[in-house]
C-alpha cells in the first residue's frame, strides 16, 4: 500500500530525529565520543583513600573529585582517615579487597603507603595518587601534584619583595609530607638568598591542623617578639598562625605567607588589618576534578605518562580588595588560569569546570 503524503513526513521527521539523537550521543564535544572499555559497560568502580586535614580546602577537593567522578560514570567509594596513617592503610587493604578498578590516594606517607600501592598495581588495579612521593617505591602508580616548588617561588618572591633583607622570621611546617617538604626545599634557598633570620620552626599536621599550630605558633611568638615575618606551607598552618599573632596582637607587625586558599581564606585575607599578605595557589575543586581525569584516563589506557603537574598564581591581599574577590568563585573569574579543564582531557571524557 502506498504511504499518503502526511505519513511520508511523519516517517521523515521519525528517521531525522533518530539521526539527531545519534548525533548528540556520538559527537565531538568533550564527554560525547564513544567511551573506551572499561566506561563503554557502564559505571566503574574506584576507591578515593584520603588522609585529610581540616579545613574547607579538603572539602573543596573532594567536592572537584565527586562532581568529575560523576561526570566519567564513575562510582566512587570514599575512604577518609583524617590525618591516621595506620587507618589510611587499613582503607587501602580494604579497597584492593573489594574489587575495585581504580584508586585515587588523597595525600598520605610515603612509607605508609608505598607498599599498599605496589601491591595495589600488582594487582592490576590502576592507581592515580596526590601529593605522596611514589617515583621510586611505587613505579606502576601515577603521581599528581601541584607545582610545589613554583608556587613556593611565587609567594616568597612577594615575601621578599614587601619585606627585604635580614629580617627575622618564622617558619610553620611538618617534615615527611611531599608537598611540604618541595616548599621546604625554596624556603631554605630564600633564607640563604636574602639572609633572612629564622627564629623558629614548628608544625604539626593533625586534624585539627589551625587550632594545634596556633598554640604552637603562639609559644614561639611569646619567645621571639622581633619576627617581622611567617611563612606557612599550607593554609591551614596560616590560619594558625594568624590566629595566634592576633591574640597577641601583632597584626600589624609581623606578616604570614602562605600557599593554597579557599572561601575562609579569602575572608581571613581580606579582613581589616590582615596579617595575611600572600598565598599561592591552584584551585583545589579543579585540582580534585583533574586528578580524577587522570585516574579515568589512566584506566582507559590513555594517559601515557607517570607524572602530572598542576600549575598555580599568586594571589596578594591587595589583589583580593582591589578586585572585590570574596569567594573562590569571583577568584576563578580574575584568575581564569586556574581553570584545569583541558589537563588530563579526552574527547570522550567531559571535564567539569567551577
Known amino acids: 500500500m502506498k504511504m499518503n503524503s502526511i505519513t511520508r513526513r511523519l516517517v521523515l ?18 564527554g560525547s565520543a564513544r567511551k573506551p572499555a572499561p566506561f563503554d559497560a557502564g559505571p566503574v568502580s574506584i ?11 579538603f572539602e573543596q577537593w573532594t567536592d572537584g573529585a565527586r562532581q568529575q567522578a560523576a561526570a566519567a560514570g564513575l562510582r566512587v567509594h570514599f575512604y577518609d582517615a583524617k590525618a591516621d596513617p595506620a587507618r589510611q592503610a587499613s582503607h587501602m587493604k580494604a579497597a584492593i579487597e573489594s574489587g575495585v ?6 595525600h598520605g606517607l610515603a ?16 592507581v592515580v595518587v596526590y601529593d605522596i612521593e611514589i617515583t621510586e617505591c611505587a613505579p606502576g602508580a601515577v603521581e599528581t601534584a601541584q607545582d610545589d616548588a613554583d608556587l613556593a617561588t611565587l609567594v616568597l618572591t612577594q615575601m621578599a619583595r614587601d ?9 610553620v611546617n611538618v617534615p615527611g609530607i611531599a608537598p611540604f617538604d618541595r616548599r621546604d626545599v625554596v624556603w631554605k634557598k630564600f633564607v640563604a638568598e636574602h639572609k633572612w633570620v629564622p627564629k623558629f620552626f614548628v608544625g604539626k599536621f593533625t586534624h585539627t591542623v589551625a587550632s594545634d599550630n596556633a598554640r604552637l605558633v603562639d609559644a614561639a611568638l611569646k619567645a621571639n617578639p ?8 599550607y593554609d591551614e598552618l596560616a590560619k594558625g598562625a ?9 597584626t600589624t607587625k609581623v606578616a604570614t605567607y602562605g600557599i593554597d586558599i579557599s572561601n575562609a581564606d579569602i575572608e581571613l585575607m581580606r579582613k581589616k588589618d590582615s596579617a595575611w599578605k600572600a598565598t599561592a595557589t591552584t584551585d583545589p575543586s579543579a585540582v580534585g576534578a583533574a586528578v580524577t581525569r587522570t585516574l ?34 569571583d577568584l576563578r573569574a580574575k584568575l581564569p588560569q586556574l581553570n584545569l579543564a583541558n589537563v588530563s582531557s579526552a574527547s570522550w571524557l567531559r571535564s567539569v569546570t567551577f
Open 296 to 329: 579515568a584516563l589512566q584506566m582507559a589506557g590513555q594517559l601515557g605518562r607517570k607524572e602530572v603537574v598542576f600549575s598555580g598564581a599568586l594571589v596578594t591581599q591587595s589583589f583580593l580588595r582591589e578586585n572585590q574577590i570574596k569567594s573562590m568563585d
Open 101 to 106: 578498578k581504580g584508586i585515587i590516594v588523597d
Open 242 to 250: 594568624i590566629s595566634a599573632i592576633e591574640e597577641r596582637g601583632l
Open 226 to 233: 622581633q619576627v617581622k615575618a611567617i611563612f606557612a606551607a
Open 13 to 30: 521527521y521519525t528517521l531525522l530525529g533518530l539521526l539527531a539523537c545519534s548525533r548528540d550521543r556520538d559527537g565531538d564535544q568533550p
Open 111 to 126: 612509607g605508609t603507603m608505598c607498599p599498599l600501592l605496589q601491591q595495589a598495581t600488582d594487582a592490576g588495579i590502576a
Open 47 to 57: 576507591a578515593l583513600i584520603q588522609n585529610s586535614g581540616a579545613g574547607d580546602y
Open 163 to 171: 619585606l627585604g633583607d635580614g629580617i627575622p622570621v618564622g617558619y
